[in-house]
């Protein structure tokens, strides 16, 4: 299945100020996806990223808020702007596997907004 | 609205027994459900797809089973051992999207 590398790992912010998450995959996928998972929660889909169009956002995620980026095939980022602490949470992205079903995630980004 | 519900409180069990997880869901249809393993830190693992036409799976020491009619899975973990401790996330899908569950932490005691 396809290796995700995540970057960076965690960090922590000033209120107002943008983070640029970057998810790497080692093979060429359709979709991307990212997510956000706050503490004691569940994962929630936060837009799916094609490349060459638009991403698709899920209800209660804007564009304004979380731009993404999909250059090409094997590449994405997520950035989280004028964050506040509400915005702290881990972020994570994924792709389909190619066999057997089920989704590869990114090892996450722990943000803490202060 | 969809939810999904999963054993909010932490399962305690003996290295060595049968660990059973639940997962209910409703106002949902899912063609498939996936079981993932996250611990602290990670991302989730994939771990089993059962899909709506398939009654039990297995892989290695692990059984899905999925009951459409009960809207319900249970993932059964055999012979269990401390390295299983962990979150398990239960995960109903259909085209092209997945929801999550908030995830039961089990741990097994040595």
């Known amino acids: 299945s396809a290796v995700i590398s995540q970057k960076p790992s965690r960090d922590i912010c000033q209120r107002g100020t943008s983070l640029t998450i970057q998810c790497q995959v080692d093979?060429?996928?359709?979709?991307m996806f990212w997510y956000r998972q706050q503490p004691g929660q569940s994962l929630t889909l936060i837009a799916t990223?094609?490349?060459?169009?638009?991403?698709?956002?899920e209800s209660g995620f804007v564009i304004d808020k979380f731009p993404i980026s999909r250059p090409n095939l094997t590449f994405s980022t997520l950035t989280v702007s004028n964050m506040s602490p509400e915005d702290s949470s881990i972020y994570l992205c994924?792709?389909?596997?190619?066999?057997?079903?089920?989704?590869?995630f990114g090892s996450g980004t722990r943000l803490t907004v202060v | 609205s969809q939810k999904i519900e999963q054993n909010s409180e932490a399962l305690n069990i003996q290295e060595g027994k049968t660990a059973t997880l639940t997962c209910n869901y409703t106002?949902?249809?899912?063609?498939?459900l996936q079981w993932y393993r996250q611990d602290p830190g990670r991302g989730p693992v994939f771990l089993l797809l059962?899909?709506?036409?398939?009654k039990e799976k297995r892989k290695e020491r692990l059984k899905v089973t999925f009951d459409t009619t009960l809207k319900q899975s249970l993932f059964h973990i055999t012979a269990s051992q401390p390295a299983d401790s962990a979150t398990y996330l239960c995960?109903?899908?259909?085209?092209?999207?997945?929801?999550f569950g908030t995830g039961t932490k089990l741990q097994v005691i040595p």
């Open positions: 990223a094609n490349q060459g169009s638009e991403a698709t956002y």
């Open positions: 106002n949902y249809s899912p063609a498939y």
């Open positions: 994924s792709v389909e596997t190619n066999t057997g079903g089920g989704y590869t």
């Open positions: 093979s060429q996928v359709t979709m």
């Open positions: 995960a109903p899908g259909g085209y092209q999207k997945v929801t």
């Open positions: 059962i899909r709506e036409n398939e």
